[in-house]
């Protein structure tokens, strides 16, 4: 996969990484709608891509298309596991591609920089995959802000955590070799492999979602190793916890909170640090850095503003307002889908879908994904500012809380939690759903005050480790009912219903 | 001058930073030719703006342009020493300006990043100064590109030794905004004033030419303080010889060395340093980084050409090439000067003038300017070469080698040299001629040995520091026939002669 972020483009062909953990029908449509010409497999996903194949030939016969709808399919076997699969009658093994290769060739050269060079699917937590295309001048900007703004120096040695297809490695494919480093490449993300690793290799830096932060925090003993030398992280997706941060820097991590979306190349704010904070005490630091930040060197502009006055939001820390973006490293747009797109952008600006405010200091806090906002007797409800509170329990592991329909108040919090396994400080203390609440209520304006805690034994999360709000929702808006007219054990009986569910999908995929 | 970096390019105009080393004659032709529209002075160059301004007024009496040929002025008085004065009926200070200044004003929106940001002139070593055109694109990934290229971090404290009128601080002016630093302006570069505002303000990066080294280095101990954490000092212009390098480091100072020139707004290679050479020798380190080294990120492309064929020289670190360089970053072109423009650029490629060697590890080193080669029976020999084996002599300050007319070779190598007040090491030794022959003689083969060595008290320079060959070569020419033909005496009322000139010169410029 890293070698394919110069070849292809080197080839003039335009690359597209696909989420190892989606579904073959959804690979399949992937397939289908960026009309693939070369589909290169490890051998480890020979089956799902069997399936996807299966499911894209299915679909295309008959059709006149048929047969250059089906591409090419080049099988990478590993040095410790070659397979000697192949897949149908025209596939190549990589190895052998490469020795076919002409050593004269001359790269290609881009004529127009805004040309495309990735593709990137969506996850499609809530839709259709969409395909957003990136140009040669976008994933270039954002290579050079994102080496800027994390201050990676020369040489770094790079742990691949993050997903090369997320948003292209958040383009530190290409900045790891900007850079003149080394990149790292395990297959599992367990705390052995990363521990490991880390040790075995000197890693001065990783990318990674807070998940990450989890699986380091939980390692048993044995599968630690001590961190000598501070690893850099840059981490993304939700913003973490205070708590979590303080005690991953604890750990020899040294963590910079970034902010983006797929749509905007990945990160597009870096929360810069500061020399002074340093002075101020932890967990005052731990606030500081779980704000979004500032714009990232190459972005144009970012901004809050009323979308139904254009107008920016004042610096005051309070007023919230919907994160906009414009610039060169905004995606050109949805493949073949120029009504999306167009809904994308909003009087030049890309509409980003996240509320926050800000600060007078000019750094950005993210508040909630619009969507996500709970609406209380007219009160916006930050569904972030409600989980920072809950992850301050000493027995939460994880918490997410969405809007539950009230008959009274319109919507009210609902609070979903799934507890550590063994809280070291709270060994023979059951931690009920009254516990949650009253330390909410010790913490939280009372109407901000989650009106039901659901017990999970992990939150349903997309592909890339997103806690998936929108099945939560599904859940919740059954819940009111289940409050105020049934049994605690009839509403037990909907969450272990949903809780099978979701471990089915867990393992529909995680057998491909 | 810091301001106005930023100031004129929002409020869409063109800034043209120029250097006040000048004379008047050549600022009342930048002015002109550059039809400025405002100008801003410094209260210390009050006397040299009003004779500039008095030569542009009589040149352009009598036309009709005459009125909108006199620019706006600004004086600017400083904090210690407003001196009240006013140049013209019109002229404003500084302060009131911005006093009068417009809170509400939006600041210019660039419609194409093509647009010129600024205008710099080139010193005109041999010619009328030509006004080299930077254009907002070039400048930005200029600017990206030196603080990558030079891995400057968050919040520097940086020092203006390098005047921001050359290219722009090398667009650390923007740079060191981007970054979110600290500037120190100083009056004087003095090794008092630069030793001490490094050690008041902790200083953590500066840009100089050589010449500085030597400012340091023969810095009185009472001019002198400890530099406590190591100063991060990118130096371009002449190569800096290797033992001069090694001195400065041993200072506290830490150099990367940086190849550019004002075309390519500012440098275009910088000597990327590589860990594994921490293992190397002193000496050997010094070799490595007295290299021009690998491209900057945002270039497009540095080659070595044999410009009659156009084919890149071999990696072999001995093909002599000219240097050439392609990308947004190099000039838009000469202001008003399409000869001078096409001549500028070859086949696509902006040709350096400057030969040199590409290793086999990619890096370039600059073997000569190619109108400094000296061609001797045949041979090529670099006077860059000649100079580092001169600087190793202990008692020589200043070395500059050019051709010499030879009625057998065609040219052969003739330094000029300044030596050092009082060396310690060689307290009582005269050094003569002959010394440095038997010097060069060990160090180098023997048809690129001096055949006559000059002493000077100072070598001619530009208003930038750099060396004046021409003015050198000039005398080369007539010493020939002195070698031959005349006394020692002769030549030596020769040598005064020259000196005298130059020193008008300088005195001439001083007095302004």
Redesign the interface.
Same mark, same amino acid.
């Given at each position: 996969m890293y070698e394919m972020h110069f070849a292809v483009p080197m080839a003039g062909a335009v690359l597209n990484g696909i989420n190892t953990r989606l579904d073959p029908k959804t690979i399949a449509i992937v397939l289908r709608h960026s009309e693939t010409k070369a589909l290169f497999v490890d051998y480890k996903y020979m089956p799902l891509a069997r399936e996807a194949l299966r499911l894209l030939m299915d679909e295309v016969k008959g059709s006149m298309a048929a047969k250059s709808s089906i591409p090419l399919v080049v099988v990478i076997d590993d040095v410790d596991s070659p397979t000697g699969v192949r897949l149908g009658d025209y596939s190549l093994e990589y190895e052998q591609l490469i020795y076919k290769g002409d050593r004269k060739f001359v790269p290609d050269e881009i004529e127009d920089e805004w040309d495309p060079i990735a593709l990137n699917y969506t996850s499609g937590t809530t839709s259709a995959p969409k395909g957003v295309v990136y140009s040669h001048r976008g994933a270039y900007l954002s290579t =050079?802000s994102l080496? =800027?703004g994390w &201050?990676m120096?020369? &040489?770094p040695v790079y742990l691949w955590t993050l997903p090369m297809f997320h948003c292209n490695g958040w383009t530190f494919t290409w900045g790891v070799a900007?850079r003149?480093g080394t990149n790292v490449c395990i297959r599992n993300t367990t705390a052995h492999e990363i521990y490991s690793n880390i040790a075995l290799h000197k890693v001065t830096h990783m990318c990674c979602a807070p998940i990450i932060f989890n699986i380091l925090l939980e390692a048993k003993p044995q599968e630690r190793r001590e961190i000598t030398t501070p690893v850099e992280i840059l981490t993304g997706g939700a913003p973490p916890p205070p708590m979590l941060l303080e005690k991953i820097e604890q750990l020899g991590f040294h963590v910079v909170h970034a902010y983006g979306l797929t749509e905007a190349t990945g990160p597009a704010l870096v929360c &810069?640090?500061?020399?002074k904070w340093n002075q101020l005490s932890r967990p005052e630091q731990a606030k500081l850095k779980a704000r979004q930040g500032v714009s990232i =060197?190459?972005l144009g502009d970012v901004d809050i503003k009323d979308l139904a006055t254009m107008e920016s939001v004042p610096h005051d820390g309070k007023t919230m307002g919907e994160i906009v973006l414009r610039g060169s490293s905004i995606m050109k747009g949805y493949l073949k889908d120029e009504n999306a797109t167009s809904k994308a952008f909003h009087k030049g600006w890309f509409v980003t879908g996240d509320m926050g405010v800000i600060h007078p200091d000019g750094y950005i806090e993210i508040k909630d994904r619009s969507k996500d906002v709970i609406i209380s007797g007219g009160e916006n409800i930050s569904s972030v500012e409600l989980e920072s509170v809950l992850y301050k329990h000493p027995s939460v592991l994880e918490a997410a809380v969405v809007a539950m329909p009230h008959p009274r108040w319109g919507e009210s919090p609902c609070a979903f939690i799934t507890l550590k396994e063994d809280s070291p400080d709270h060994h023979a203390v059951v931690v009920t759903e009254a516990n949650i609440i009253a330390h909410c209520r010790k913490n939280l304006a009372g109407f901000m005050v989650p009106k039901k805690v659901v017990f999970m034994d992990g939150l349903p999360k997309t592909s890339t480790g997103k806690i998936q709000k929108f099945q939560l929702r599904a859940l919740a808006k059954t819940l009111e009912f289940t409050v105020r007219e049934t049994s605690n054990q009839s509403n037990r009986e909907e969450q272990d219903q949903f809780r099978d569910q979701h471990h089915e999908q867990i393992m529909a995929s995680s057998r491909l």
């Open positions: =050079l080496i =800027l &201050e120096g020369s &040489e900007a003149g &810069e640090w500061q020399a =060197l190459t």
